[in-house]
């Protein structure tokens, strides 16, 4: 087995110190990550600039705002969004940081948790840090040049949204809030990629790593919420609360950033004092002996794939379920809230439905069910991740053959989409009901997110086929989610033509519960997603492994 690992140059005076070599290291990440980076970059700016243009086109009148602010009072609104004293004075402004501060703070932090632990532990457990170590570099090199490239990528992240929300010249939008809005921004993401310095250190595979920090990330925004609709002191525990505890666009409070900068500097300094407690490649938490005989289902492609996937299965099992829970938490108010808004009254009214709630819940449903797509594109990437990791090749050394071994994890996306959207209906729909105090809409929502399991199928299809095709290529799937967020979501409000629509997998859908159940495109998109799927297969049976 032929490993090829990109050479890297590391020029240090002959007396090395803890941190040398950092210089070539930022560089060498600045080029792994050219396209990854910019993507990041462009796509939080563009979703940050265009929700502002959004609002302004879809609240310009003042009593519009004012009809928003009366119903994003609610407890469960509040959860979703932001405190309730950005509502006092609800210009274009203080909505923004009421609705989105909250959530691109999350995606802010996602950023810097993949970013840190793409380039410390992902390094480790596949070897590459031992061998750049060979070389003249510092212990503490690797992870101060990952800390380096996340904190310049926040910080022009932070200028990038200025220069974006300064530059609208829209009411209560000024350019000393939008300094302050990138920048808590910036600070909320230097805390998560501190969680994450820290989290490289305990678990020596760079899923667990990314998924503690992930959890941190969750327990955040929870207690941003909790804080939120009930006792506020909880807010004061979440760097997500302290983000939006600076009054962006009201009162442009600066100092709740410093508790963002003294976390991060704690959790800095606690990294670089752990990683000096464990060897290279190893983690803190010493791993579990497993048993001496493997379960039978291990032995076996379906088991054995299923065990690599099973914890990221559940820990997106479980964020579905809350995220349709807090989605039907407002079903029995969206008529109130949707009240007077002529853009979404329009969409609505074009999906049809006996209510303004069930109109409502189709358009959550395509969001929901892109957000599932996630998933799919990730798990159906987890096979290009075995391959470049070098554990592919050994197993298919065995007598187990190409089309079984891809085949398998191919069958376990197909069970991880179903439980996906069975976790999101039933959240939605349990949720939704004790909203609308109507047991029947559990089973009809259930049944609604049910019917974009094709659209999920032809997702995981281009995957494979990607895979199979052309490897170095398959991360061109996360375009099917990004292009169905923007035209199934988006494209309603701001009525995009319809052919834009018909090029998503999820454009074809019926957006049940407001529509009527129609089988053909749903039958089409299964014939569509099982062509792919064996053309993947076939083309992988036929490619060499290890293609870079």
């Known amino acids: 087995m032929t490993t090829t690992t990109a050479p890297v140059s590391v020029g240090a005076p002959a007396a090395g110190g803890t941190l040398t070599g950092i210089g070539s290291l930022v560089r060498f990440i600045l080029r792994r990550d050219r396209?990854?980076?910019?993507?990041?970059?462009?796509?939080?700016?563009?979703?940050?600039?265009?929700?502002?243009?959004?609002?302004?086109?879809?609240?310009g009148a003042d009593l519009n705002r004012q009809q928003v602010a009366e119903t994003m009072s609610s407890p469960a609104a509040l959860a979703m969004t932001g405190p309730s004293h950005y509502l006092e004075n609800y210009?274009?402004?203080?909505?923004?940081?009421?609705?989105?501060?909250?959530?691109?703070?999350?995606?802010?932090?996602?950023?810097?948790v993949l970013l840190?632990?793409?380039?410390?532990?992902?390094?480790?457990?596949?070897?590459?840090?031992?061998?750049?170590?060979?070389?003249?570099?510092?212990?503490?090199?690797?992870?101060?040049?990952?800390?380096t490239v996340a904190a310049a990528t926040n910080v022009v992240l932070a200028l990038l949204m200025t220069l974006g929300l300064g530059g609208l010249g829209m009411a209560g939008i000024t350019w000393s809030g939008a300094l302050l809005y990138g920048a808590a921004h910036a600070a909320a993401g230097m805390v998560f990629a501190g969680v994450a310095a820290v989290t490289v250190q305990i678990t020596e595979h760079s899923r667990g790593a990314s998924g503690l920090a992930l959890a941190v990330i969750g327990v955040a925004y929870v207690l941003r919420a909790a804080g939120d609709v009930g006792d506020s002191v909880l807010s004061w525990l979440s760097p997500i609360g302290w983000a939006q505890a600076t009054w962006v666009f009201l009162e442009n409070r600066?100092?709740?950033?410093?508790?963002?900068?003294?976390?991060?500097?704690?959790?800095?300094?606690?990294?670089?004092?752990?990683?000096?407690?464990?060897?290279?490649?190893?983690?803190?938490?010493?791993?579990?002996?497993?048993?001496?005989?493997?379960?039978?289902?291990?032995?076996?492609?379906?088991?054995?794939a299923l065990r690599l996937h099973r914890g990221m299965m559940v820990g997106f099992g479980i964020a579905m379920f809350l995220l349709g829970s807090s989605y039907g938490s407002i079903l029995g108010e969206a008529e109130d809230m949707l009240a007077g808004i002529e853009a979404f009254e329009d969409a609505l009214a074009e999906i049809g439905g006996t209510s303004v709630a069930e109109s409502f819940a189709s358009i959550v449903l395509v969001n929901t069910a892109i957000i599932a797509s996630v998933y799919v594109?990730?798990?159906?990437?987890?096979?290009?991740?075995?391959?470049?990791?070098?554990?592919?090749?050994?197993?298919?050394?065995t007598p187990l053959s190409r089309l079984g071994w891809l085949g398998s994890h191919l069958v376990v996306v197909m069970i991880g989409s179903t439980v996906m959207m069975v976790a999101?209906?039933?959240?939605?729909?349990?949720?939704?009901?004790?909203?609308?105090?109507?047991?029947?809409?559990?089973?009809?929502?259930?049944?609604?997110?049910?019917a974009y399991l094709p659209a999920l199928w032809v997702t995981a299809g281009v995957t494979i086929v990607l895979f199979g095709l052309v490897p170095r290529a398959a991360t061109l799937a996360w375009i099917v989610p990004l292009y169905g967020f923007v035209v199934s979501y988006l494209g309603q409000i701001l009525q995009f033509p319809e052919w834009t629509n018909n090029l998503s997998p999820y454009g074809h859908i019926p957006r049940l519960p407001a529509d009527d159940l129609s089988m053909t495109p749903l039958m089409l998109l299964t014939v569509l997603a099982a062509v792919l799927a064996v053309g993947g297969l076939l083309a992988f049976r036929e490619r060499e492994v290890n293609v870079t």
């Open 35 to 59: 396209v990854r980076i910019p993507v990041w970059l462009a796509a939080l700016t563009l979703t940050t600039v265009g929700t502002a243009t959004s609002f302004r086109d879809l609240y």
């Open 91 to 112: 210009h274009f402004g203080s909505m923004m940081s009421h609705q989105m501060l909250g959530f691109t703070a999350i995606m802010v932090g996602l950023m810097s």
């Open 116 to 147: 840190v632990v793409r380039h410390t532990r992902a390094e480790e457990e596949t070897g590459r840090a031992e061998l750049v170590r060979a070389n003249v570099v510092g212990r503490h090199a690797h992870l101060t040049a990952a800390l």
């Open 254 to 304: 600066w100092w709740p950033l410093l508790l963002a900068l003294a976390l991060t500097a704690a959790l800095v300094v606690t990294a670089f004092a752990l990683s000096i407690r464990r060897d290279v490649g190893a983690g803190l938490r010493q791993p579990r002996p497993g048993p001496a005989a493997a379960s039978a289902a291990l032995v076996r492609p379906i088991g054995f």
């Open 377 to 397: 594109v990730m798990a159906s990437l987890r096979p290009r991740a075995e391959e470049n990791a070098g554990r592919a090749e050994p197993v298919l050394a």
């Open 424 to 450: 999101a209906g039933l959240g939605l729909g349990l949720s939704g009901a004790s909203s609308m105090s109507d047991s029947g809409m559990v089973l009809t929502l259930l049944g609604a997110a049910l």
